[in-house]
Structures are given as C-alpha cells and as structure tokens.
C-alpha cells in the first residue's frame, strides 16, 4: 500500500474508531488493517494507537500525525478539484495546425469567431504545408483535409472541401475550352504536386462513373497559391478548392470549367493528440468546427448559393 493510501486508511480508522469498519469501508480484511497501522508505526518509529479492551486513543504522536494526514488530504482534494473543473472549462492556450493557405483563409477567421465567444481562450495557430507531429510540437488539434492514414490519434470528419476545374479567360481563348475531361491530354494542366496522385486528375460523369485523366504541363508546385497565380497568369488549367477559387471566379480572373464533370471533395478532419480525456477546449473547439463545415455552410455562409460556380 502506498504512502498516501496509508494515511487514508489512518484517517478513517481515527474517524470511525473501528478496525472492523475500516477493514469494511477499505475492502480489507481486518487483520490487513491492523497490519497496515503496526506498517506505519515501524516506519515512523513511534506508537501512534493505544489500543485496550474498551477501543483504542491517539497517542500524542498519532494526533499530530492524524492531523497532519487530514491536511494532506484536504490538499489533493482540491488539487484534484482544480484540475477536473480546469478540464471541465473552455479556458487555456489552445494550439490549432493547418496547411498555410486553408489556415490563413477558413481557419484563422473561424478561430478568432470561436475565441470572440470564448474569451478565456488565447490562440496559438501554426500554419505549415508539411504535415507536423501533434505531440512534438505540441498541438492541441491540426484542421487536415484528405483521407487519414491509421494512427493512435484521435480525429473527427468535419466535413468537405469541394474543387473545381479552372482556367483563364486568356487561355480558354487562346487554346480553347475542353467539353469532356478526356480532351485535356491536349491542354496544358499545371500540377499541384501536394495531392497524392497528382498527375492523375480524377472526374465523374453525370451517372456518378469515374473518368480519370492523366494530365501534364509546363508547371507543378507543391503551393496551392502557386498554383492558382500559374492559372491567372494564362499557364494552363488547374484544379483548385472552391474556397480559393470562388473570389477569382467571381471576379472574372478565371473560369469554372468541365462543370458536368465534377471533382471528388476532400474530407477535412480535426485530428488531435488523443482520442482518451480530451479536454474541454478541444471538444469544444471541435463541435464548434463541424457546426461551421457542416453541408458546405462554411463556404454558403461567405458566399451564397455556389451551384453555379462547379
């Protein structure tokens, strides 16, 4: 039995005055008590009981050492306490990752909103295109988009990121607009190089088949950013998220393209150091995400009905 179980079993044989009691309260039999108690006394090398036929008193030495125990004791109940209410508040540092181009857009608003109704939360945000170890570096939750690959972490699927097929008004006119995915062997692609099989792009048709085309061009890069500047420029065409593409569609900068032919969306998931005792900064920050990413609302609530722009 450890130390401080020790001065728990102390404490409740000089509150219930009984060996019997205390052996039934301690799931112990009594003879383990009463072995216990001759324990402590050894090691402290003092006699802490009397102990008679009519019960038993505190020596000198056992009321000091009992209430010296029941302090202690108090102590570790409020230490526990403090920890379990501190886990049961949205309050402390909350450390999010992201890829640098999401981050800056979606994410980094969406936790200022979070922090605004949370104001005993402060933000760290690390945003990096490479992927970060959680525990490493420290991070309470990382917004990652694609399929996850099989970890001890803990994850929840917030929702999708839909993409659309780009080019420019310049290039569509110089080189023409392709009708079907297929004609794209003969159009100049630029490559986002981050995106596993990225040669290969891969279309649906109206009932749903897949249509994949392997693409090539004078440009790749692993920036999404990159990416998007090459297709402004008149490089060639590019798959891009809708959440970067949208403002430039709008503005007549490029223009959604193949739009019969739709992209499949990745899946944005909150991945965290582990799935046990989560703290409350994080379930909270986390529920509050998939109210944000839920049927596309992230990108209806800045933009509208985007039907017509994929």
């Known amino acids: 039995?450890?130390?401080?179980?020790?001065?728990?079993?102390?404490?409740?044989?000089?509150?219930?005055?009984?060996?019997?009691?205390?052996?039934?309260?301690?799931?112990?039999?009594?003879?383990?008590?009463t072995k216990h108690i001759a324990a402590i006394e050894a090691r402290l090398g003092?006699?802490?009981?009397?102990?008679?036929?009519?019960?038993?008193?505190?020596?000198?030495?056992?009321?000091?050492?009992?209430?010296?125990?029941?302090?202690?004791?108090?102590?570790v109940e409020t230490a526990d306490d403090m920890v379990t209410r501190l886990g049961e508040r949205v309050h402390g540092r909350l450390r999010i990752a992201s890829s640098s181009g999401f981050g800056r857009r979606v994410v980094m608003p969406l936790?200022?909103?979070?922090?605004?109704?949370?104001?005993?939360?402060?933000?760290?945000?690390?945003?990096?295109?490479?992927?970060?170890?959680?525990?490493?570096?420290?991070?309470?939750?990382?917004?990652?988009?694609?399929?996850?690959?099989?970890?001890t972490l803990g994850s929840r699927c917030l929702g999708l990121n839909p993409w659309v097929t780009v080019a420019s008004p310049a290039y569509l006119a110089r080189c023409g607009e392709p009708t079907h995915p297929s004609t794209l062997t003969a159009h100049h692609c630029i490559v986002y190089s981050s995106v596993q099989g990225d040669h290969l792009w891969h279309f649906a048709d109206s009932k749903?088949?897949?249509?994949?085309?392997?693409?090539?061009?004078?440009v790749r890069s692993n920036n999404i950013s990159c990416v998007a500047s090459a297709a402004i420029d008149g490089i060639g065409i590019a798959l891009l998220p809708l959440y970067i593409a949208r403002r430039w569609i709008v503005r007549g900068t490029l223009t959604s393209i193949l739009k019969g032919f739709p992209l499949p969306s990745q899946e944005i998931h909150a991945v965290y150091p582990s799935p046990r005792l989560v703290p409350a900064k994080v379930s909270a920050w986390i529920a509050f995400l998939q109210t944000q990413f839920e049927d596309d609302a992230w990108i209806r609530r800045e933009w509208g009905n985007l039907d017509s722009l994929r």
């Open 208 to 218: 749903g088949n897949p249509v994949p085309v392997a693409v090539s061009g004078p």
């Open 46 to 75: 003092v006699r802490l009981l009397n102990r008679n036929t009519r019960g038993m008193r505190l020596t000198e030495a056992g009321t000091l050492f009992y209430e010296r125990c029941k302090i202690i004791q108090r102590e």
């Open 111 to 151: 936790a200022l909103e979070f922090m605004a109704g949370n104001p005993g939360v402060q933000l760290d945000l690390q945003f990096d295109d490479h992927m970060i170890d959680l525990v490493e570096h420290g991070i309470d939750v990382s917004v990652r988009m694609g399929k996850l690959a099989d970890s």
């Open 1 to 33: 039995m450890d130390r401080f179980t020790s001065m728990q079993l102390f404490i409740r044989l000089v509150d219930s005055g009984s060996f019997s009691r205390t052996a039934r309260d301690m799931n112990l039999t009594q003879p383990t008590v």
